[in-house]
């Protein structure tokens, strides 16, 4: 199927919602996406096991705005996090909200857009928000992972804390929608590789030999975990630099790794889309995506004359 390129100044959303088992809230999530004209939906992730959905949109900045607002105001109507059990953290029903900067923008411009959209949702929905990446506004608030400490079901906890407030939004605990952490930053390519083998302590073990916070492979997050409804353990992978580790560099360790512990790898997932560039060359099939069609490379839906891509944290 062709999709149209997008003109510069171009802007991707990519929010992660808390919903990833019912078909029919993730398509009325889509739905508040499509909405909005010039505003293309590039891709809809959804992982049950993750209980988690990721839809990637791009547009002009005004367009993408308005879609995410769209977006927000669908998940506060239809998740209800006292419900939710996921193997991924989360703190909030539209859990995080990133927006990237791709061409004819500047890091500036996108990160006065994210708080924009995180004083919005905030006021409309009286819902406490918390900037990171780019967008931070105070120390130790760069990362979603430091704002998912002790996750939903310590956020009440950490919103009663002197050092808890929200950057925007009521110190008030929603059962229902919790909190949404809304961001600036660069291209991050999410990239899994399923093992075979149900053993979980296994993709823990290479997650932690991969990853850069444990002396791994550079501008690397990984942890292991076990996706229960198909009995297989994956190491899940967020590259924040691809130039710095691409998708090849990533995945060929992992498979080292696994061969070491006697195990192999079934086959790899990308979340969302990814440039072109990431895979350094090589082809997708050789980083175990099999089912790989052009509609997942981020440059399909850019104008040939566009600024380079960004990369980065």
Do not use: K
């Amino acid at each position: 199927m062709s999709r149209p390129s997008i003109a510069a100044p171009t802007v991707e959303c990519a929010p992660n919602v808390s919903e990833g088992r019912e078909h029919r809230v993730i398509e009325r999530l889509a739905d508040a996406i499509r909405s909005v004209d010039g505003v293309t939906l590039m891709n809809v992730h959804a992982d049950v096991d993750h209980h988690r959905t990721v839809f990637s949109f791009l547009g002009e900045g005004a367009r993408v705005e308005a879609a995410a607002l769209a977006l927000a105001a669908r998940a506060v109507e239809l998740i209800d996090l006292r419900r939710h059990r996921g193997i991924h953290p989360r703190v909030g029903a539209l859990d995080v909200l990133p927006f990237v900067p791709l061409a004819g923008i500047s890091m500036a411009e996108t990160i006065a857009l994210a708080r924009r959209v995180g004083e919005a949702i905030a006021r409309r929905h009286a819902l406490p928000v918390y900037y990171y990446g780019e967008a931070a506004t105070r120390p130790g608030r760069r990362t979603p992972r430091a704002l998912r400490q002790g996750e939903y079901e310590g956020l009440a906890a950490r919103l009663a804390s002197a050092g808890g407030a929200p950057d925007a939004g009521p110190a008030r605990f929603d059962p229902r929608t919790g909190a949404v952490l809304v961001g600036a930053r660069d291209i991050l390519v999410a990239f899994n590789v399923w093992l075979a083998t149900g053993e979980v302590a296994v993709a823990r073990e290479i997650a932690r030999t991969v990853r850069e916070s444990s002396g791994g492979l550079p501008a690397v997050q990984a942890m292991g975990v076990l996706l229960a409804s198909r009995g297989i353990a994956q190491v899940s992978m967020n590259l924040l630099d691809y130039r710095t580790t691409s998708i090849a560099v990533a995945f060929d360790r992992v498979r080292d790794e696994a061969r070491t512990r006697g195990v192999a790898v079934s086959r790899s997932e990308l979340v969302g889309v990814a440039p072109r560039a990431a895979f350094a060359g090589r082809a997708p099939e050789s980083v175990g995506l099999a089912a790989f069609t052009p509609e997942l490379y981020l440059d399909t839906y850019l104008d040939s004359g566009a600024a380079p891509l960004r990369s980065g944290a």
